[in-house]
């Protein structure tokens, strides 16, 4: 069973729709949680970082962490043919220098 | 650009040869980070350097592969006697620590063994 599981995909929605990815985990010394962002070809890019539990909204991204669950979720508003991406959910502990382990990514597709 | 810079970009190699990538942090960024990524698949954890010291390595770095980071800023990582499942994109990131480890990535080197 892989540390940090995620929902490969695709996710096909439509312009302006809500979208919802999640991700589960087993390890639960993780108390930093990320979502990156990475376009093809591309190195992936920081969307949002979370420690413990909680939510955080920023702009049109909402980050949950539940850790009782040891689930994460990354909710995307108004999407945007731009937000087609993969999405991958990242964390890691406060010790060995926060070796950071990384979901599979979730390829989503914003039809305009 | 005050990004993380990686060169090449893309390396095209015949098996059994060398290849060294490097990688150029953010110039106040003390932790360094190697990670590989195939398709399909999140990156994978390679090892990482705090300044010039290289703390950690994974399983997955074989004894073909080395990395340094000679003065705490740039570092390079060899593969030696390429083989085909070395291809793969390689992703370098660096953070600061007490930063909650915010790990900021380049762009990356795709590296293609025939």
């Known amino acids: 069973q892989k540390e940090v599981e995620q929902d490969p995909g695709p996710l096909s929605v439509p312009e302006g729709a809500i979208v919802s990815l999640n991700c589960t985990y087993s390890n639960s010394a993780f108390q930093y949680f990320m979502w990156y962002r990475q376009y093809s070809r591309k190195g992936p890019e920081l969307l949002m970082y979370?420690?413990?539990?909680g939510n955080k909204e920023d702009g049109r991204f909402t980050a949950q962490v539940d850790k009782s669950s040891k689930y994460i979720s990354l909710f995307i508003r108004d999407s945007q043919p731009s937000d087609s991406a993969t999405y991958l959910c990242a964390m890691s502990g406060n010790t060995g220098g926060f070796k950071t382990i990384f979901g599979a990514g979730t390829r989503l597709f914003v039809k305009a | 650009d005050t990004g993380v810079s990686q060169n090449p970009r893309h390396k095209i190699t015949k098996r059994g040869q060398n290849v060294t990538f490097r990688c150029d942090p953010i110039?106040?960024?003390?932790?360094l980070y190697w990670y590989r990524q195939t398709l399909g698949q999140g990156p994978e954890f390679l090892t990482y350097?705090?300044?010039?010291?290289?703390?950690?390595k994974s399983r997955l770095l074989s004894d073909r592969f080395s990395a340094e980071r000679p003065k705490g800023s740039f570092s390079t990582l060899e593969i030696q006697r390429t083989e085909q499942g070395d291809s793969a994109m390689y992703l370098c990131?660096?953070?600061?620590?007490?930063?909650?480890?915010?790990?900021?990535f380049g762009a990356g080197t795709r590296l293609s063994v025939l």
């Open positions: 979370t420690y413990s539990s």
């Open positions: 350097f705090q300044n010039e010291a290289q703390l950690e």
């Open positions: 990131a660096s953070s600061l620590s007490g930063d909650r480890n915010i790990q900021y």
């Open positions: 110039s106040e960024h003390n932790r």
